[in-house]
């Protein structure tokens, strides 16, 4: 009897690709590609506005809402997003509830945004179909902003991101918190400090206040080889070092402080890493970060907002999309800066940096000012805006779609 050779084959895993689909795609291409009205109808009834932020939503049940995404394409343009997390349920959930006989295709791969697409990307709650739609009106006028003059679109956006931040500020409301964490260099999931620097205003006045935060249980841990160690070189007060549960403890409880300041202004140079630090598990601080938005208002509104000074300084030099090193801008901008990745001396020399920007003049009359002969012809052209779109959009309602330490300190004088 001859036994029989099995031939043993390889077993491949595939990766689940996990991304973002716009708004607009979901609401228009993805139903225009299904033929059959039974689909299209179920997929119109359940993404519909005043749809989604009701109780009986399976997005949502027992709550009023929605949670959407707002994200910024590398081109500088806002949307709205769902992600694809979102519409595979949704997918699951309309043939779940018999809505269709066989189950949805997924849209095409091409409408798909993975997340290396998105310059930021931020959760958004919306309480009312409203204020959804509302959403997409601001959006859309934004875009016009960004699109228009012929300009690179990416550098449009910048130059509005610019203009915002100097109408804000301007206004004196709020609490803008400059944010810069540091990490080992051999190990990014280990935190080693923490600077931040803060300013608001009490009766049209403003106030100050700077801090440095070390962890006890890394101090030996020492950056060298990639980027300096200056730990112990915090320029602007007292440095405290505190367990890994009191840092963390600390950032946590700093951020909550300003909420009752109503408008909260997050700033960070290059924020895609610090971010990271706050809000992903595998970093610890968790921190509460809310409704934070990538996009800033043109006047003062409650609210939780994120801005870079890279953007800014993108603005003002005319570059679309390269960023510049903290220490370079601060001194073009003549703020003298040193001691740098010690996080303290950072957080301060990028609100430093954002604040000598934001009290000077317009946009264009503070590069000439600042670097005449270094860039021209960056001034945008104004056009005229077309009428909003979104106003005839036809929704239909949901009632189509029912379902039922020890701390201790050191100083150094600045």
């Not at 049940?61 to 949704?90: D, H, M, N």
């Not at 990639?226 to 950032?251: C, H, M, N, T, W």
């Not at 960023?323 to 740098?340: A, F, S, V, Y």
């Not at 001396?345 to 604040?355: G, S, V």
Request: with cysteine; aromatic share 10%; charged share 30%.
């Amino acid at each position: 009897m001859t036994s029989e050779k099995t031939e043993t084959r390889p077993i491949y895993k595939i990766k689940k690709v996990e991304g973002y689909y716009r708004y607009t795609d979901i609401w228009w291409k993805w139903p225009e590609s299904l033929p059959e009205e039974e689909r299209w109808q179920a997929i119109k009834c359940f993404f519909a506005h005043d749809a989604l932020v009701h109780p009986e939503h399976p997005f949502n049940p027992g709550q009023e809402g929605a949670e959407l995404f707002i994200g910024v394409l590398k081109t500088g343009e806002s949307r709205l997003l769902f992600s694809s997390k979102q519409v595979e349920y949704a997918r699951y959930w309309i043939y779940a509830m018999g809505l269709t006989k066989d189950p949805l295709p997924l849209p095409c791969s091409d409408v798909l945004i993975l997340p290396n697409e998105l310059k930021h990307v931020g959760r958004m709650f919306y309480k009312t179909g409203s204020d959804l739609r509302g959403a997409l009106k601001d959006l859309e006028k934004l875009n016009k902003k960004v699109t228009k003059g012929g300009m690179d679109s990416s550098l449009a956006n910048r130059r509005v991101i610019f203009e915002n931040t100097r109408a804000l500020w301007a206004e004196k409301k709020g609490a803008w918190l400059a944010i810069d964490i540091e990490s080992y260099e051999y190990e990014h999931t280990t935190l080693t400090e923490f600077g931040w620097s803060l300013q608001r205003w009490e009766n049209g006045e403003p106030v100050h206040e700077d801090g440095h935060l070390c962890v006890k249980e890394d101090w030996r841990l020492r950056n060298r080889k990639y980027v300096p160690d200056a730990r112990e070189k915090y320029d602007f007060g007292a440095s405290q070092i505190l367990s890994r549960v009191d840092f963390r403890a600390k950032i946590r409880s700093l951020i909550d402080s300003l909420h009752q300041y109503g408008a909260v202004y997050l700033v960070f140079h290059d924020v895609a890493s610090d971010i990271q630090y706050l809000t992903e598990g595998k970093y610890q601080i968790n921190a509460n970060l809310p409704n934070m938005s990538p996009i800033l208002p043109d006047k003062c509104k409650d609210g939780l907002y994120c801005v870079d000074t890279c953007d800014l300084w993108g603005a003002l030099e005319g570059i679309p999309q390269d960023k510049r090193k903290l220490e370079r801008i601060c001194q073009e901008l003549g703020l003298h800066p040193k001691n740098m990745h010690n996080a303290g001396n950072d957080a301060y020399f990028t609100l430093a940096a954002l604040r000598t920007m934001a009290e000077g003049p317009p946009l264009d009359a503070q590069r000439q000012a600042r670097f005449p002969d270094r860039i021209k012809d960056l001034t945008v052209v104004e056009r005229n805006e077309d009428e909003d779109v979104l106003d005839d959009l036809e929704l239909p309602m949901m009632k189509n779609v029912v379902a039922v330490g020890e701390n201790t300190s050191i100083s150094r004088t600045p």
